[in-house]
Protein backbone atom coordinates (compact mmCIF):
# COMPACT_ATOMS: atom_id res chain seq x y z
CA UNK A 1 0.00 0.00 0.00
CA UNK A 2 1.24 3.29 -0.98
CA UNK A 3 2.04 6.05 2.25
CA UNK A 4 0.63 9.07 2.15
CA UNK A 5 2.02 12.52 0.87
CA UNK A 6 3.23 14.47 3.96
CA UNK A 7 3.89 18.18 4.46
CA UNK A 8 7.51 18.50 5.22
CA UNK A 9 8.63 21.88 4.14
CA UNK A 10 7.42 25.18 2.59
CA UNK A 11 9.10 26.73 -0.68
CA UNK A 12 9.93 30.24 0.97
CA UNK A 13 12.51 28.21 3.44
CA UNK A 14 14.91 27.21 0.60
CA UNK A 15 15.93 29.73 -1.84
CA UNK A 16 16.11 29.16 -5.48
CA UNK A 17 19.63 26.68 -5.82
CA UNK A 18 18.99 26.09 -1.93
CA UNK A 19 18.66 22.91 0.24
CA UNK A 20 17.51 21.41 3.26
CA UNK A 21 18.24 19.20 5.68
CA UNK A 22 15.10 17.18 7.75
CA UNK A 23 13.85 13.71 8.80
CA UNK A 24 11.20 11.87 7.59
CA UNK A 25 9.87 8.06 7.53
CA UNK A 26 12.70 8.09 10.24
CA UNK A 27 15.42 8.81 7.48
CA UNK A 28 17.60 11.60 7.21
CA UNK A 29 16.54 13.36 3.52
CA UNK A 30 17.72 16.09 1.51
CA UNK A 31 15.80 18.46 -0.23
CA UNK A 32 17.02 20.34 -3.42
CA UNK A 33 15.37 23.20 -5.18
CA UNK A 34 16.48 23.33 -8.81
CA UNK A 35 15.20 25.97 -11.06
CA UNK A 36 11.10 25.05 -11.18
CA UNK A 37 11.55 21.63 -9.49
CA UNK A 38 12.14 20.25 -6.06
CA UNK A 39 13.92 17.37 -5.75
CA UNK A 40 14.37 14.91 -2.49
CA UNK A 41 17.25 12.19 -1.84
CA UNK A 42 18.36 10.15 1.15
CA UNK A 43 21.05 11.86 3.08
CA UNK A 44 23.44 9.02 2.71
CA UNK A 45 26.09 8.43 0.02
CA UNK A 46 25.68 4.73 -1.34
CA UNK A 47 29.70 4.50 -1.26
CA UNK A 48 30.52 4.78 2.25
CA UNK A 49 27.29 5.55 4.29
CA UNK A 50 28.04 8.70 5.46
CA UNK A 51 26.12 11.90 4.83
CA UNK A 52 25.70 13.90 2.01
CA UNK A 53 24.84 16.89 3.01
CA UNK A 54 27.28 19.67 2.40
CA UNK A 55 28.38 18.40 -1.10
CA UNK A 56 28.50 20.17 -3.85
CA UNK A 57 25.37 20.71 -5.85
CA UNK A 58 26.07 21.28 -9.59
CA UNK A 59 22.65 21.42 -11.96
CA UNK A 60 21.47 18.18 -11.13
CA UNK A 61 24.25 16.62 -9.70
CA UNK A 62 24.79 16.28 -5.78
CA UNK A 63 29.11 15.16 -4.96
CA UNK A 64 29.70 13.58 -2.00
CA UNK A 65 32.52 15.78 0.01
CA UNK A 66 34.21 12.74 1.02
CA UNK A 67 35.39 10.46 -1.87
CA UNK A 68 33.51 12.37 -5.12
CA UNK A 69 30.94 10.38 -5.68
CA UNK A 70 27.80 12.04 -7.70
CA UNK A 71 24.41 11.45 -7.92
CA UNK A 72 21.86 12.23 -9.87
CA UNK A 73 19.27 14.10 -7.80
CA UNK A 74 16.52 13.39 -9.46
CA UNK A 75 16.60 9.59 -10.22
CA UNK A 76 19.34 8.76 -7.64
CA UNK A 77 21.80 7.54 -10.25
CA UNK A 78 25.81 6.98 -9.64
CA UNK A 79 26.94 9.31 -12.19
CA UNK A 80 30.69 8.60 -11.30
CA UNK A 81 33.17 6.19 -9.18
CA UNK A 82 33.34 5.43 -6.15
CA UNK A 83 29.90 5.01 -6.06
CA UNK A 84 28.27 2.00 -7.92
CA UNK A 85 24.87 1.92 -6.25
CA UNK A 86 21.99 4.65 -6.32
CA UNK A 87 20.62 6.53 -3.57
CA UNK A 88 17.28 6.57 -2.37
CA UNK A 89 14.98 9.27 -3.90
CA UNK A 90 11.79 10.36 -2.49
CA UNK A 91 8.17 11.66 -4.55
CA UNK A 92 7.71 15.03 -3.99
CA UNK A 93 4.94 17.28 -4.62
CA UNK A 94 4.21 20.87 -4.52
CA UNK A 95 0.96 22.34 -3.54
CA UNK A 96 0.92 26.15 -3.92
CA UNK A 97 3.74 26.67 -0.88
CA UNK A 98 3.89 23.37 0.46
CA UNK A 99 6.55 20.66 -0.33
CA UNK A 100 4.69 17.19 0.49
CA UNK A 101 7.02 14.24 0.42
CA UNK A 102 6.17 10.25 0.34
CA UNK A 103 7.95 7.44 1.79
CA UNK A 104 9.09 4.89 -1.47
CA UNK B 1 -3.13 -3.16 21.30
CA UNK B 2 -5.44 -1.06 23.12
CA UNK B 3 -5.08 -2.60 26.08
CA UNK B 4 -1.74 -1.33 26.18
CA UNK B 5 -2.07 1.82 25.03
CA UNK B 6 -4.56 2.78 27.60
CA UNK B 7 -2.42 2.11 30.45
CA UNK B 8 -2.13 4.67 32.89
CA UNK B 9 0.64 5.39 32.25
CA UNK B 10 1.29 9.27 33.02
CA UNK B 11 4.77 10.68 31.52
CA UNK B 12 6.81 13.56 32.84
CA UNK B 13 7.02 16.08 30.29
CA UNK B 14 9.04 15.08 26.88
CA UNK B 15 12.74 16.15 27.01
CA UNK B 16 15.43 15.92 28.95
CA UNK B 17 16.20 19.31 30.19
CA UNK B 18 17.08 20.28 34.29
CA UNK B 19 13.81 21.06 34.94
CA UNK B 20 12.69 17.83 34.03
CA UNK B 21 15.89 15.88 35.37
CA UNK B 22 14.22 17.29 38.79
CA UNK B 23 10.61 16.65 38.21
CA UNK B 24 12.24 13.03 37.66
CA UNK B 25 13.93 13.08 40.54
CA UNK B 26 11.24 14.33 43.02
CA UNK B 27 9.35 10.87 41.64
CA UNK B 28 12.06 8.94 43.69
CA UNK B 29 12.81 7.62 46.98
CA UNK B 30 16.39 7.59 47.33
CA UNK B 31 19.17 7.98 49.47
CA UNK B 32 20.82 10.97 49.10
CA UNK B 33 24.38 9.54 48.12
CA UNK B 34 22.80 8.14 45.17
CA UNK B 35 21.00 11.26 44.24
CA UNK B 36 24.38 13.20 44.52
CA UNK B 37 25.67 10.38 41.93
CA UNK B 38 22.36 11.44 39.33
CA UNK B 39 23.37 15.02 39.91
CA UNK B 40 26.77 14.72 39.11
CA UNK B 41 26.07 12.67 35.99
CA UNK B 42 23.38 15.14 34.64
CA UNK B 43 25.93 17.95 34.87
CA UNK B 44 28.08 15.55 33.12
CA UNK B 45 25.30 15.00 30.42
CA UNK B 46 24.40 18.81 29.87
CA UNK B 47 28.96 19.25 29.42
CA UNK B 48 28.95 16.19 26.99
CA UNK B 49 25.95 17.19 24.97
CA UNK B 50 28.36 20.09 24.08
CA UNK B 51 30.82 17.92 23.33
CA UNK B 52 31.04 15.72 19.37
CA UNK B 53 30.84 12.05 19.92
CA UNK B 54 34.13 9.87 19.38
CA UNK B 55 33.82 9.74 15.91
CA UNK B 56 35.68 6.45 15.67
CA UNK B 57 32.81 5.23 17.46
CA UNK B 58 30.22 7.16 16.40
CA UNK B 59 31.01 7.74 12.72
CA UNK B 60 28.93 4.85 11.50
CA UNK B 61 26.11 5.09 13.30
CA UNK B 62 23.66 7.60 12.12
CA UNK B 63 21.74 8.96 14.88
CA UNK B 64 20.19 11.44 12.23
CA UNK B 65 16.68 10.50 12.41
CA UNK B 66 16.88 10.04 16.15
CA UNK B 67 14.88 12.76 18.50
CA UNK B 68 15.07 12.28 22.07
CA UNK B 69 12.52 14.69 22.70
CA UNK B 70 9.39 12.04 21.53
CA UNK B 71 10.80 9.99 24.50
CA UNK B 72 10.15 10.04 28.47
CA UNK B 73 10.67 8.26 31.74
CA UNK B 74 7.05 6.80 32.66
CA UNK B 75 5.96 7.30 35.79
CA UNK B 76 4.10 3.58 35.79
CA UNK B 77 4.92 0.01 34.93
CA UNK B 78 3.30 -1.16 31.91
CA UNK B 79 1.75 -4.77 32.59
CA UNK B 80 3.14 -7.13 34.42
CA UNK B 81 1.88 -9.68 32.05
CA UNK B 82 4.86 -9.98 29.02
CA UNK B 83 5.21 -12.77 26.11
CA UNK B 84 8.80 -13.20 26.09
CA UNK B 85 11.05 -15.82 23.85
CA UNK B 86 13.44 -17.11 26.95
CA UNK B 87 11.60 -17.05 30.34
CA UNK B 88 9.31 -20.21 29.68
CA UNK B 89 12.68 -21.82 27.89
CA UNK B 90 14.27 -23.32 31.45
CA UNK B 91 13.56 -23.04 35.22
CA UNK B 92 15.13 -20.13 36.76
CA UNK B 93 16.30 -19.90 40.48
CA UNK B 94 15.38 -16.53 40.43
CA UNK B 95 13.34 -14.09 37.92
CA UNK B 96 13.47 -9.88 38.08
CA UNK B 97 11.75 -8.37 35.70
CA UNK B 98 11.47 -4.28 34.81
CA UNK B 99 8.88 -2.84 32.27
CA UNK B 100 8.86 0.31 31.61
CA UNK B 101 11.48 0.88 33.83
CA UNK B 102 9.92 -0.22 37.10
CA UNK B 103 10.20 -3.51 38.61
CA UNK B 104 6.89 -5.89 38.08
CA UNK B 105 8.85 -9.48 39.03
CA UNK B 106 11.14 -9.85 42.11
CA UNK B 107 12.18 -13.58 43.14
CA UNK B 108 15.07 -15.88 44.32
CA UNK B 109 14.65 -18.95 45.57
CA UNK B 110 15.19 -19.30 49.38
CA UNK B 111 18.27 -21.11 49.40
CA UNK B 112 20.22 -19.00 47.40
CA UNK B 113 19.03 -15.95 49.77
CA UNK B 114 19.82 -18.44 52.61
CA UNK B 115 23.66 -18.55 50.76
CA UNK B 116 23.68 -14.92 51.03
CA UNK B 117 23.26 -14.52 46.93
CA UNK B 118 21.03 -11.01 46.01
CA UNK B 119 18.97 -10.99 43.19
CA UNK B 120 16.66 -8.15 42.99
CA UNK B 121 15.70 -4.62 42.01
CA UNK B 122 18.56 -1.77 41.88
CA UNK B 123 15.97 0.87 43.43
CA UNK B 124 15.64 -1.63 46.25
CA UNK B 125 19.23 -2.20 46.60
CA UNK B 126 20.57 1.63 46.79
CA UNK B 127 17.93 2.02 49.60
CA UNK B 128 19.19 -1.03 51.87
CA UNK B 129 22.76 -1.81 50.60
CA UNK B 130 24.72 0.33 50.30
CA UNK B 131 27.80 -0.97 51.17
CA UNK B 132 27.41 -4.01 48.54
CA UNK B 133 26.46 -1.28 45.85
CA UNK B 134 28.31 1.70 46.51
CA UNK B 135 31.89 0.98 45.49
CA UNK B 136 30.68 -1.40 42.56
CA UNK B 137 28.26 0.49 40.93
CA UNK B 138 29.12 3.20 38.01
CA UNK B 139 32.52 2.93 39.72
CA UNK B 140 34.65 0.20 38.32
CA UNK B 141 33.30 -0.66 34.94
CA UNK B 142 31.08 1.61 33.10
CA UNK B 143 31.96 5.14 34.01
CA UNK B 144 29.41 8.14 33.85
CA UNK B 145 32.22 10.44 32.42
CA UNK B 146 32.72 7.71 29.79
CA UNK B 147 30.49 9.84 26.95
CA UNK B 148 27.56 11.52 26.51
CA UNK B 149 25.01 8.15 26.36
CA UNK B 150 26.47 6.57 30.08
CA UNK B 151 26.05 10.26 31.69
CA UNK B 152 22.79 10.59 30.54
CA UNK B 153 22.24 7.31 31.61
CA UNK B 154 23.65 7.26 35.13
CA UNK B 155 21.33 10.61 35.40
CA UNK B 156 17.95 9.16 34.87
CA UNK B 157 18.66 5.77 35.76
CA UNK B 158 15.43 3.77 35.99
CA UNK B 159 16.48 1.09 37.69
CA UNK B 160 17.70 -2.17 36.92
CA UNK B 161 18.99 -5.96 38.03
CA UNK B 162 21.27 -6.52 40.73
CA UNK B 163 23.05 -10.26 41.18
CA UNK B 164 25.13 -10.07 44.34
CA UNK B 165 26.95 -13.77 44.45
CA UNK B 166 29.03 -14.13 47.81
CA UNK B 167 32.37 -15.50 48.02
CA UNK B 168 32.83 -19.00 46.95
CA UNK B 169 28.56 -19.54 46.30
CA UNK B 170 28.14 -21.63 43.22
CA UNK B 171 24.59 -21.18 41.63
CA UNK B 172 24.02 -24.05 39.27
CA UNK B 173 20.33 -22.76 38.24
CA UNK B 174 20.67 -19.46 35.73
CA UNK B 175 18.69 -16.95 37.20
CA UNK B 176 16.44 -14.73 34.23
CA UNK B 177 15.94 -10.89 34.36
CA UNK B 178 14.04 -9.43 31.33
CA UNK B 179 13.52 -5.70 30.63
CA UNK B 180 10.60 -4.99 29.03
CA UNK B 181 8.77 -1.58 26.92
CA UNK B 182 5.25 -1.46 26.70
CA UNK B 183 3.48 1.87 26.38
CA UNK B 184 4.42 4.26 23.53
CA UNK B 185 6.97 7.16 23.50
CA UNK B 186 8.65 5.17 27.00
CA UNK B 187 12.69 6.01 27.68
CA UNK B 188 14.24 3.07 29.95
CA UNK B 189 17.23 3.33 31.44
CA UNK B 190 17.63 -0.06 32.85
CA UNK B 191 21.03 -1.10 34.41
CA UNK B 192 22.46 -4.71 35.11
CA UNK B 193 24.89 -4.97 37.51
CA UNK B 194 26.08 -8.51 38.48
CA UNK B 195 29.20 -8.87 41.64
CA UNK B 196 30.94 -12.22 41.92
CA UNK B 197 32.98 -12.22 44.44
CA UNK B 198 36.12 -14.61 44.62
CA UNK B 199 35.42 -18.17 43.85
CA UNK B 200 31.63 -17.75 42.92
CA UNK B 201 29.54 -18.92 39.84
CA UNK B 202 26.51 -18.25 38.19
CA UNK B 203 24.66 -17.72 35.26
CA UNK B 204 22.45 -14.56 34.45
CA UNK B 205 20.09 -14.96 31.27
CA UNK B 206 18.27 -11.26 30.23
CA UNK B 207 16.58 -10.33 27.56
CA UNK B 208 14.80 -6.94 26.28
CA UNK B 209 11.47 -6.98 24.52
CA UNK B 210 8.43 -5.26 23.72
CA UNK B 211 4.80 -5.65 24.74
CA UNK B 212 3.72 -4.60 20.65
CA UNK B 213 5.18 -4.75 17.51
CA UNK B 214 4.69 -0.84 16.64
CA UNK B 215 5.12 1.20 19.95
CA UNK B 216 8.64 3.23 19.54
CA UNK B 217 10.49 3.38 22.52
CA UNK B 218 14.37 4.17 23.91
CA UNK B 219 16.76 1.97 26.03
CA UNK B 220 19.92 3.83 26.95
CA UNK B 221 21.33 0.78 29.08
CA UNK B 222 24.47 0.06 30.67
CA UNK B 223 25.84 -3.33 31.69
CA UNK B 224 28.57 -4.17 34.54
CA UNK B 225 29.93 -7.71 35.49
CA UNK B 226 31.93 -7.63 37.99
CA UNK B 227 34.30 -11.22 38.15
CA UNK B 228 36.42 -11.99 41.33
CA UNK B 229 39.55 -14.32 41.42
CA UNK B 230 38.67 -17.77 40.37
CA UNK B 231 34.88 -16.79 39.70
CA UNK B 232 32.89 -17.81 36.71
CA UNK B 233 30.28 -16.11 35.17
CA UNK B 234 27.78 -16.62 32.33
CA UNK B 235 25.98 -13.84 31.21
CA UNK B 236 23.86 -13.49 28.21
CA UNK B 237 21.51 -10.49 26.72
CA UNK B 238 18.98 -11.16 24.02
CA UNK B 239 18.06 -7.95 22.71
CA UNK B 240 15.04 -8.80 21.29
CA UNK B 241 12.90 -5.33 20.65
CA UNK B 242 10.24 -4.47 18.44
CA UNK B 243 11.59 -2.24 15.18
CA UNK B 244 11.01 1.16 16.86
CA UNK B 245 12.91 0.60 19.76
CA UNK B 246 16.20 3.01 20.07
CA UNK B 247 18.99 0.90 21.71
CA UNK B 248 21.83 2.83 22.94
CA UNK B 249 23.69 0.88 25.51
CA UNK B 250 27.63 1.01 27.30
CA UNK B 251 28.14 -2.65 28.84
CA UNK B 252 31.81 -3.73 30.51
CA UNK B 253 33.01 -6.79 32.17
CA UNK B 254 36.02 -6.71 34.11
CA UNK B 255 37.63 -10.08 34.85
CA UNK B 256 40.03 -10.85 37.71
CA UNK B 257 42.70 -13.39 38.51
CA UNK B 258 41.78 -16.79 36.99
CA UNK B 259 38.25 -15.81 36.65
CA UNK B 260 36.04 -16.83 33.45
CA UNK B 261 33.73 -14.47 31.69
CA UNK B 262 31.26 -15.97 28.71
CA UNK B 263 29.52 -13.60 27.45
CA UNK B 264 27.09 -13.98 24.41
CA UNK B 265 24.92 -11.20 23.46
CA UNK B 266 21.74 -11.48 20.77
CA UNK B 267 20.52 -8.80 18.73
CA UNK B 268 17.41 -9.20 16.52
CA UNK B 269 15.66 -6.33 17.14
CA UNK B 270 15.31 -2.12 17.27
CA UNK B 271 14.96 0.30 15.11
CA UNK B 272 18.92 1.48 15.44
CA UNK B 273 20.77 -0.25 18.46
CA UNK B 274 24.33 0.64 19.03
CA UNK B 275 26.23 -0.99 22.07
CA UNK B 276 30.20 -0.25 23.41
CA UNK B 277 31.46 -3.71 24.81
CA UNK B 278 34.16 -3.73 26.96
CA UNK B 279 36.60 -7.27 28.28
CA UNK B 280 38.88 -6.00 30.03
CA UNK B 281 41.07 -8.60 31.94
CA UNK B 282 42.70 -7.46 35.10
CA UNK B 283 43.78 -10.16 36.55
CA UNK B 284 46.48 -12.87 35.44
CA UNK B 285 45.29 -15.99 33.97
CA UNK B 286 41.74 -14.32 33.35
CA UNK B 287 40.07 -15.42 30.42
CA UNK B 288 36.83 -13.83 28.48
CA UNK B 289 34.66 -15.56 25.77
CA UNK B 290 32.25 -13.10 23.71
CA UNK B 291 29.75 -13.89 21.88
CA UNK B 292 27.36 -12.18 19.23
CA UNK B 293 24.25 -13.69 17.21
CA UNK B 294 22.85 -10.53 15.55
CA UNK B 295 20.09 -10.92 12.34
CA UNK B 296 19.07 -7.41 10.77
CA UNK B 297 16.30 -6.87 8.35
CA UNK B 298 14.73 -4.01 6.50
CA UNK B 299 15.70 -0.97 7.71
CA UNK B 300 17.43 -1.98 11.21
CA UNK B 301 20.99 -0.77 12.05
CA UNK B 302 22.79 -3.34 14.63
CA UNK B 303 26.13 -1.38 15.45
CA UNK B 304 28.63 -3.06 17.77
CA UNK B 305 32.36 -1.84 19.23
CA UNK B 306 33.79 -3.83 21.25
CA UNK B 307 36.89 -3.49 22.93
CA UNK B 308 38.97 -6.49 24.61
CA UNK B 309 42.03 -5.70 26.84
CA UNK B 310 44.71 -7.56 28.43
CA UNK B 311 45.69 -6.02 31.67
CA UNK B 312 47.63 -9.09 33.02
CA UNK B 313 49.67 -11.64 31.74
CA UNK B 314 48.34 -14.94 30.71
CA UNK B 315 44.99 -13.92 29.96
CA UNK B 316 42.71 -15.10 27.04
CA UNK B 317 39.73 -13.58 25.16
CA UNK B 318 37.83 -14.93 22.25
CA UNK B 319 35.06 -13.12 20.31
CA UNK B 320 32.88 -14.43 17.55
CA UNK B 321 30.36 -12.50 15.98
CA UNK B 322 28.08 -13.77 13.45
CA UNK B 323 25.75 -11.52 11.78
CA UNK B 324 22.89 -12.02 9.21
CA UNK B 325 21.28 -9.57 7.19
CA UNK B 326 18.67 -8.81 4.75
CA UNK B 327 16.55 -5.94 2.94
CA UNK B 328 18.19 -2.45 3.17
CA UNK B 329 19.79 -3.36 7.29
CA UNK B 330 23.02 -2.33 8.41
CA UNK B 331 25.18 -3.57 10.77
CA UNK B 332 28.67 -2.02 11.90
CA UNK B 333 31.24 -4.09 13.76
CA UNK B 334 34.41 -2.83 15.10
CA UNK B 335 36.76 -4.54 17.62
CA UNK B 336 39.73 -3.74 19.19
CA UNK B 337 42.34 -6.08 20.83
CA UNK B 338 44.18 -3.98 23.26
CA UNK B 339 47.21 -5.33 24.84
CA UNK B 340 48.79 -3.60 27.43
CA UNK B 341 52.79 -3.72 28.28
CA UNK B 342 52.55 -5.57 31.11
CA UNK B 343 50.29 -7.94 29.54
CA UNK B 344 52.79 -10.66 28.19
CA UNK B 345 51.60 -14.09 27.15
CA UNK B 346 48.39 -13.07 26.33
CA UNK B 347 45.95 -14.58 23.36
CA UNK B 348 43.74 -12.45 21.98
CA UNK B 349 41.20 -13.40 19.24
CA UNK B 350 38.14 -11.45 17.70
CA UNK B 351 36.32 -13.03 14.29
CA UNK B 352 33.23 -11.31 12.69
CA UNK B 353 31.34 -13.49 9.59
CA UNK B 354 28.58 -11.80 7.99
CA UNK B 355 26.41 -13.30 5.50
CA UNK B 356 24.66 -10.81 3.46
CA UNK B 357 20.73 -12.00 2.33
CA UNK B 358 19.92 -9.52 0.35
CA UNK B 359 21.50 -6.51 -2.63
CA UNK B 360 20.79 -3.65 -0.34
CA UNK B 361 22.08 -4.76 2.56
CA UNK B 362 25.53 -3.72 4.22
CA UNK B 363 27.87 -4.79 6.56
CA UNK B 364 30.86 -3.04 7.89
CA UNK B 365 33.55 -5.17 9.68
CA UNK B 366 36.51 -3.69 11.00
CA UNK B 367 38.87 -5.52 13.69
CA UNK B 368 41.91 -3.79 15.08
CA UNK B 369 44.76 -4.71 17.61
CA UNK B 370 46.96 -2.33 19.19
CA UNK B 371 49.68 -3.99 20.89
CA UNK B 372 52.24 -2.82 23.62
CA UNK B 373 53.71 -6.23 24.72
CA UNK B 374 55.80 -8.11 22.40
CA UNK B 375 55.91 -11.33 23.62
CA UNK B 376 51.67 -12.20 22.58
CA UNK B 377 49.28 -14.06 20.21
CA UNK B 378 46.91 -11.79 18.75
CA UNK B 379 44.93 -12.59 15.14
CA UNK B 380 41.61 -11.46 14.11
CA UNK B 381 39.88 -11.62 10.70
CA UNK B 382 36.43 -10.75 8.94
CA UNK B 383 34.80 -12.37 6.25
CA UNK B 384 31.16 -11.12 4.34
CA UNK B 385 29.46 -13.37 1.87
CA UNK B 386 26.21 -13.98 0.04
CA UNK B 387 24.54 -17.13 0.17
CA UNK B 388 25.14 -19.23 -2.78
CA UNK B 389 22.30 -19.31 -4.76
CA UNK B 390 23.14 -23.47 -5.78
CA UNK B 391 22.43 -24.09 -1.70
CA UNK B 392 19.08 -22.62 -2.35
CA UNK B 393 18.45 -24.61 -5.32
CA UNK B 394 19.73 -28.00 -3.24
CA UNK B 395 17.42 -27.85 -1.05
CA UNK B 396 14.50 -27.04 -2.78
CA UNK B 397 15.01 -29.71 -5.14
CA UNK B 398 14.82 -31.60 -2.41
CA UNK B 399 11.45 -30.29 -1.19
CA UNK B 400 12.09 -27.62 1.30
CA UNK B 401 10.48 -24.29 0.13
CA UNK B 402 12.99 -20.99 -0.73
CA UNK B 403 12.13 -19.89 3.07
CA UNK B 404 13.14 -23.37 4.83
CA UNK B 405 16.07 -23.62 2.94
CA UNK B 406 17.36 -20.08 3.66
CA UNK B 407 16.77 -20.83 7.34
CA UNK B 408 18.64 -23.91 6.90
CA UNK B 409 21.31 -22.09 5.46
CA UNK B 410 21.47 -18.79 7.86
CA UNK B 411 20.94 -21.49 11.03
CA UNK B 412 24.20 -23.52 9.62
CA UNK B 413 25.87 -20.33 9.36
CA UNK B 414 24.91 -19.65 13.30
CA UNK B 415 26.13 -22.73 14.65
CA UNK B 416 29.36 -21.62 14.42
CA UNK B 417 28.56 -19.52 17.42
CA UNK B 418 25.75 -21.89 19.03
CA UNK B 419 28.06 -24.49 19.55
CA UNK B 420 30.04 -22.01 21.79
CA UNK B 421 26.84 -21.48 23.98
CA UNK B 422 26.90 -23.62 27.17
CA UNK B 423 23.18 -22.99 27.93
CA UNK B 424 20.85 -24.87 25.98
CA UNK B 425 18.24 -22.44 26.49
CA UNK B 426 19.90 -19.56 24.67
CA UNK B 427 20.89 -21.99 21.85
CA UNK B 428 17.16 -22.57 21.42
CA UNK B 429 15.88 -18.96 22.39
CA UNK B 430 18.26 -17.90 19.58
CA UNK B 431 17.68 -20.58 16.82
CA UNK B 432 13.51 -19.73 17.67
CA UNK B 433 14.18 -15.60 17.03
CA UNK B 434 15.91 -16.44 14.00
CA UNK B 435 13.30 -18.72 12.76
CA UNK B 436 10.53 -16.01 13.54
CA UNK B 437 12.31 -13.48 11.91
CA UNK B 438 12.81 -15.20 8.36
CA UNK B 439 9.15 -15.69 9.06
CA UNK B 440 9.12 -19.35 9.23
CA UNK B 441 5.64 -20.96 10.41
CA UNK B 442 3.64 -17.79 10.47
Known sequence: MMSEFEKVATLDEIPAGGRKSLVFDERAVLLFRVGEGVYAVEDVCSHDGQPLTDGKLAGMSIECPRHGARFDISTGRPLCMPAVEPIATFEVRVQGNDILLRAP | ?442
Open chain 2, 1 to 442: MSSVLASPAVKTAPGFTAAQFEAFLRTLDEPAWFTARRRAAFDVYLQKLQEPLNPEEYKRVDLRAFQPGKFAVSSAAGPARFETLLEKKAEFGGAVSHIDGHCVVNRLDERLTAQGVLFGSLSEFVRNKREILEPHLMARAVLPGADRFSAWHAAFCTGGTVLYVPRNVSIDVPLYSLIGLSAAGVADFSHTLVILEDGASATLLEETGSATAENAGLHVGAVELLVGAGANLRYVQLQNWNQHVWHLARQAGRVERNATLQWTVGGIGARLAHIHQEVSLDGAGASGEVNGVTFATDRQLLSYYTQQTHKAPHTRSDLLYKDVLRDHARVVWRGMIRVDPAAQLTDGYQRNDSLLLSEDCRADAIPGLEIEADDVRCTHGATAGQVDAEQIFYCMCRGLSRYEAMHMIVEGFFHGVYDRIAVEAVRETLSEAVKRKLGIGQ
